[in-house]
């Protein structure tokens, strides 16, 4: 079946510093992607949708110039954040609809991120 | 606004049956899903239901009411494996999926 491969697993970065978090669709072709933050014991946030070719598009609320979104092929989407602090401490997802109903069964392993 | 609501926690024991419910209020409906969630991992899909009744796949089920706006999903002859987190989403009018906090599972022996 499909699958989302989502790297890395875990990162600890320093404040400030900047953090690349890559979602590879490993054998279908994603023209979208959608990125997805949850906080502790909370729903799972949609950040940002991202599209093959094009900029994404980014949910209220959310910085586009801090969470850097490319998704220059149709198997890689990567979501960079930069100037990273200690709230943006949080799990990240990544999420490929799949299928002729576009059902968001596939989600990338998740990356939790910790800022100190 | 948009709300989907379903209980922050249950308990059960292993071998028995339980019923997660899930209410919600969104501006169209395209769909509902169930996922489960294990502590610090993604969402796995469980379910998709669009049409009203129960679709059952193998020890879980799923129930839709669009009318009265409400999912259930149904576990039976629970594993202690089940403990996780499941998750209610519904595809509103823009196909955005709007996602409940979640509900605690708890299996005793």
């Known amino acids: 079946g499909a699958v989302v491969s989502q790297h890395p697993s875990w990162v600890i970065c320093k404040s400030g510093t900047s953090v690349k978090i890559e979602c590879r669709s490993l054998d279908f072709q994603a023209t979208t992607m959608f990125w997805y933050r949850q906080f502790p014991k909370q729903s799972l946030m949609l950040m940002a949708t991202?599209?093959?070719?094009?900029?994404?598009?980014?949910e209220q609320g959310v910085e586009k110039d801090k969470f850097l979104i490319n998704h220059a092929s149709l198997t890689l989407s990567t979501l960079t954040v930069t100037s990273a602090h200690p709230e943006d401490s949080s799990f990240y997802i990544c999420?490929?609809?799949?299928?002729?109903?576009?059902?968001?069964?596939?989600f990338g392993q998740g990356t939790r991120l910790t800022v100190v | 606004g948009q709300n989907i609501d379903q209980p922050t926690e249950m308990t059960a024991t292993e071998g028995a049956i339980v019923q997660i419910n899930c209410t919600y209020q969104t501006s169209g409906f395209n769909g509902l899903f169930w996922y489960q969630q294990h502590a610090g991992e993604a969402p796995t899909f469980l379910s998709y239901n669009v049409l009203d009744g129960l679709e059952e796949k193998g020890r879980f089920s799923s129930f839709l009411s669009r009318s009265k706006g409400y999912s259930y999903l149904l576990l039976k002859e629970l594993q202690m494996k089940d403990s996780a987190s499941y998750l209610c989403?519904?595809?509103?009018?823009?196909?955005?999926?709007?996602w409940g906090a979640g509900t605690k599972l708890i299996i005793k022996p």
């Open positions: 989403a519904v595809k509103d009018s823009n196909y955005q999926l709007i």
């Open positions: 991202s599209n093959e070719g094009s900029k994404a598009t980014y």
């Open positions: 999420s490929a609809p799949v299928g002729r109903e576009g059902l968001e069964a596939f």
